[in-house]
């Protein structure tokens, strides 16, 4: 996250939290979103979490008054506002991109959702949508990886929503 992006950069994005204590802008490329079926975002999100993502560069704060963070691993941090209790980031520390609920962007995205991830780990209450491509693990496939390389869309090595 930075609070030195260009001013003269087009923001790309804006979004934030229920009751707008934390509230965001990107400049730049953001991926189409990932659905992930993994206990941890099933328990973040109260079922599967969908993310966006972009370069940690590109993201600025704009009103953090009420932004959280909760290491839910020694890899990773979500971010969520205190206030109302909404599941705004995942950042893996380790990477450069910073993963976005989808759900907390402003409308129109121009995104669509391109693949699901630990299908494997998919709860039992929901069926698993047969029309978008899925991965048991983390979405690995090959040699290809869906993150950020600088600017640059890549597909991930290890879990990532």
Known sequence: MTDAI???????ATGGCL???VRYEVIGVLRDVLVCHCAMCRKTHGHIGAYTACAKGALRIV???????????????RGFCGECGASIFYDPLAKDYMAI???????????????????GSAGDYYPIDATI????GSGALG???????GSTIVMPDGPMP
């Open 6 to 12: 260009d001013s003269g950069s087009a923001i790309r």
């Open 19 to 21: 009751c707008g204590a």
């Open 63 to 77: 009103d953090g008054r009420g932004l959280k963070w909760y290491a839910s691993s020694m890899k990773a941090r």
């Open 101 to 119: 609920a989808a759900g907390t962007l402003d409308a129109p995205t121009g995104l669509k959702t391109i693949l699901q991830i630990h299908v």
């Open 133 to 136: 491509p899925q991965r048991a």
């Open 143 to 149: 040699s290809q990886r869906y993150f950020f390389l």
